[in-house]
């Protein structure tokens, strides 16, 4: 697998960093992530990961593009309107990439569908807006032994961890406590600053990059929140824990490592 | 008949690379990549332009931590 000349021109300014090499760049171009939301999160986030080379981006939402929505999605323009946003996230990063294959499930992540909508992914980038989904995406890779970049945004801060299900704390080992349905303001009551789900949502995108190509440091074991309002960020140290639902010894092996099982 | 390991006589294999006419910095793209394919000990002749193309990717092979000798037009790499 050879990159082509407009391959090679589109990613030069990455393919001359020292940090960066061919088999960094390859390794992006066989990848496959999903974003659940197109939202806040998911613009930059899959902006900058078919800007990288990212081979196949799914795209999950169900939602149509609003008014309200317009100050901080910057995929979804004026226009845009009335769109599905994963049909029009999708032909946005088209435009931006053509050499990478966009696919956009207007759909809800639920529990009866999550399994089929994210086997296959190489990294799950979480950028919905609701604890419950959240704690779906991380149940739903910790059993099937796929790579997630967790985040949220609220106001002006944010947060962002990574984790390699079985080596690293999931989401739930880091937030054990589901909240209540209700006891977390939402971004429709509580308010967020466009510029923040784009710095939070790019750090989700150079997560997932450093989780495919090897390049760097993730996130694991670490979760970084930021204070945007004081412009504070601040690593907070996490780790697993045995007994964990979603990824302790109670749960079983993923179901990678139940296949290799299977097969020797 | 030959007794040397197959990456002894990989080593010793000289590659040529004709940037002239290619831009900065996709002619250091394209040195990169070839140093990248090949094993360490291989030795990658570049013929560049003079002026920026030949300063910045001798300069960049360098920084890489390449063996780097300029020879007129020619950068010879000994990669390491």
């Not at chain 1, 946003?85 to 032909?91: I, Q, R, S, W």
Request: one cysteine or more.
């Amino acid at each position: 697998m050879t990159l082509s000349d407009p391959e090679l021109i589109r990613y030069s300014r990455q393919l001359v960093m020292s940090e960066w090499s061919g088999a960094a760049q390859e390794s992006l171009r066989s990848a496959s992530v999903m974003v659940i939301g197109a939202g806040a999160l998911g613009c930059p986030a899959a902006t900058y990961l078919a800007a990288a080379g990212v081979g196949r981006i799914g795209v999950i939402d169900d939602d149509e593009v609003e008014l309200s929505n317009l100050h901080r999605q910057p995929l979804h323009l004026t226009p845009d309107i009335g769109a599905r946003k994963a049909d029009n996230a999708a032909v946005k990063l088209g435009f931006l990439n053509p050499e990478v294959v966009i696919e956009p499930f207007p759909a809800r992540l639920e529990p009866a569908n999550a399994e089929a909508l994210l086997a296959g992914a190489n990294v799950v980038v979480d950028c919905s807006d609701s604890f419950a989904t959240r704690y779906l995406v991380n149940d739903t890779c910790c059993a099937l032994g796929i790579a997630l970049v967790e985040a949220g945004v609220l106001g002006l801060s944010g947060l962002v961890m990574s984790i390699r299900p079985g080596e690293s704390a999931c989401y739930r080992c880091a937030f054990p406590i589901e909240p209540e349905p209700g006891s977390v303001p939402t971004c429709r009551e509580a308010g967020v600053l466009g510029a923040i789900g784009g710095i939070i949502g790019s750090f989700q995108a150079l997560e997932a990059i450093k989780l495919l190509t090897g390049v760097g440091e993730p996130l694991l074991d670490r979760i970084l929140q930021l204070d945007g309002a004081a412009s504070a960020p601040l690593a907070i140290s996490t780790r697993r824990r045995q007994d964990c639902p979603a990824c302790g010894e109670a749960a079983g092996p993923p179901a990678g490592a139940r296949a290799v099982e299977e097969a020797v | 008949m030959s007794a040397h390991p197959r990456g002894a006589v990989a080593a010793r294999e000289v590659q040529e690379l004709d940037l002239r006419g290619v831009a900065c910095p996709l002619n250091w793209v394209r040195t990169r990549l070839a140093l990248e394919s090949m094993p360490v000990g291989g030795r990658l002749v570049v013929l560049l332009d003079p002026g920026e193309p030949l300063e910045s990717v001798s300069r960049s092979a360098r920084e890489d931590g390449h063996e780097v000798e300029l020879d007129g037009d020619l950068v010879r790499i000994l990669r390491r």
